[in-house]
């Protein structure tokens, strides 16, 4: 069982940058591909970032790509994800995800535990 727990979420203007930490319990982290979704209101939860176990394979969709980073720390069981030059369509709420695999994905069947989810705002 895994415990995700988001935070670092708020409001931040256009250009701004935000960065969301992901912390999670359970000794077994590494075993983990993780990954990050966002659901914005009346819209579906879509994919944002993915990372196999080891933080070496990551993977972001064209919308994100080049501005969002995807890391983890398997020594602070925790995953981050940071995003430089937002804009107001990314205002959603994060969710943290874990996957019982070692390889990302961007769907979202494919993961088995998620976080609560933290609201990112980006005003024009």
């Known amino acids: 069982q895994v415990q995700l727990v988001e935070s670092g979420g708020g409001l931040v203007q256009a250009g701004g940058s935000l960065r969301l930490s992901c912390a999670a319990s359970g000794r077994t982290f590494r075993n983990y591909a993780m990954g990050w979704f966002r659901q914005a209101p009346g819209k579906e939860r879509e994919f944002v970032a993915a990372i196999n176990w080891s933080g070496r394979s990551t993977d972001y969709p064209d919308s994100v790509k080049g501005r969002f980073t995807i890391n983890r720390d398997n020594a602070k069981n925790t995953v981050y994800l940071q995003m430089n030059s937002l804009k107001p369509e990314d205002t959603a709420v994060y969710y943290c995800?874990?996957?019982?695999?070692?390889?990302?994905?961007?769907?979202?069947?494919?993961?088995?535990?998620w976080g609560q989810g933290t609201q990112v705002t980006v005003s024009s």
């Open positions: 995800t874990a996957r019982t695999a070692m390889s990302p994905s961007r769907l979202k069947s494919d993961y088995d535990y």
